[in-house]
């Protein structure tokens, strides 16, 4: 156990249905990432926040996805109008300002669209 | 950040050491070399990283060259449990607008019994 924790652990849903995802940092840490991670493949970077602003989307984020993190804590992932191809493990990561360490993970959340 | 090039998939036999190789010809002289892993269906987790020097704690030893192009990850007593993709990232230690990961295909490594 990192300290990240993710709810829910799993989620199906059925397409153009909406979905939210909520991860919970390592309380000390500012900065939160948010990665998505398809079958095979090693997890792609979606965002990242430095305590509640939003400092960089990758051009993966499309318009239907939208994250956010009210009071520099917690934040949530939102995904519009599900699409098959949404499918996907949804990662949360968080670190320090000026810590060359590491990233901590979560355990992630499993999207499945039917 | 620099790109770095792991082999797809490696054996180890439970109880030897794992040597897993990494390439990052093009690294930069601010860039820190860091491990990862990811068991089957959880996140990624953190193993070592270096800049220069060799660097060793209870999980993992990381040798870098010289001309740091290269490194290798040393599982000494693999076990088992060891069983995980290890992905091999190279970027800049620390950066105040944010330290952004890029995963490759990463290393996928069976410790067989």
């Known amino acids: 156990d990192t300290g990240v924790s993710q709810n829910p652990r799993h989620k199906i849903t059925k397409r153009g249905q909406n979905v939210t995802f909520r991860c919970d940092p390592i309380?000390?840490?500012?900065?939160l990432y948010w990665y998505r991670q398809t079958l095979g493949q090693g997890p792609e970077f979606l965002t990242y926040f430095q305590n509640e602003a939003q400092l960089e989307k990758s051009r993966l984020l499309s318009d239907r996805f939208s994250a956010e993190r009210p009071k520099g804590s917690f934040s949530t992932l939102e995904i519009q109008r599900t699409e098959q191809g949404d499918s996907a493990m949804y990662l949360c990561?968080?670190?320090?300002?000026?810590?060359?360490?590491?990233?901590?993970f979560g355990p992630g959340t499993r999207l499945t669209v039917l | 950040d620099a790109k770095t090039t792991q082999p797809p998939s490696m054996d180890c036999a439970e109880g030897r050491a794992a040597n897993l190789p990494c390439n990052h010809s093009t690294i930069s002289g601010n860039e820190y070399v860091y491990w990862y892993r990811q068991i089957h269906s959880q996140g990624p987790q953190y193993i070592i990283h270096g800049l220069k020097n060799n660097e060793t704690n209870e999980m993992a030893s990381l040798i870098i060259t010289e001309d740091r192009k290269s490194s290798t990850l040393i599982l000494p007593h693999a076990t088992l449990r060891d069983t995980a993709v290890y992905y091999c990232i190279v970027r800049v230690g620390t950066n105040n607008a944010g330290n952004m990961l890029t995963f490759g295909g990463g290393t996928r490594l069976m410790v067989k019994p």
């Open positions: 309380s000390e840490h500012n900065r």
């Open positions: 990561a968080t670190d320090q300002t000026g810590k060359t360490d590491t990233q901590y």
